[in-house]
């Protein structure tokens, strides 16, 4: 059974870090193009990063480039995304997700989510 689960998150001053991690059982991750989203109270769910399967190429939302980094470690089997400098508006809930199509994509068109974990930026 395919299974993605996110931890990591916590409360987190502006201008602080926090890495995330996307555990994912039941399939290789490098097979996969995963992708984080995130959503915030009353908004849409947004892409934020995502790296594809096999050449490990990314894309990025132009609101996380410079702060945010995807990676991945096959041993673990685990995608991690760092954040830097957060701030205020990377307040959300932040899902990884999964889908067997080579490129990865940021729209949300990807068969396997996880339970999603809070990020909340506040002083």
């Known amino acids: 059974q395919l299974q993605l689960v996110e931890s990591g998150g916590g409360l987190v001053q502006p201008g602080g870090s926090l890495r995330l991690s996307c555990a994912a059982s039941g399939f290789p991750v490098d097979y996969y193009a995963i992708g984080w989203f995130r959503q915030a109270p009353g908004k849409e769910r947004e892409g934020v990063l995502c790296?594809?399967?096999?050449?490990?190429?990314?894309n990025y939302a132009n609101s996380v480039k410079g702060r945010f980094t995807i990676s991945r470690d096959n041993a673990k089997n685990t995608v991690y995304l760092q954040m830097n400098s957060l701030k205020p508006e990377d307040t959300a809930v932040y899902y990884c997700a999964a889908a067997g199509f080579r490129q990865c994509v940021l729209s949300d068109e990807y068969d396997y989510w996880g339970q999603g974990t809070q990020v909340t930026v506040s002083s």
């Open positions: 790296i594809s399967s096999m050449d490990g190429s990314t």
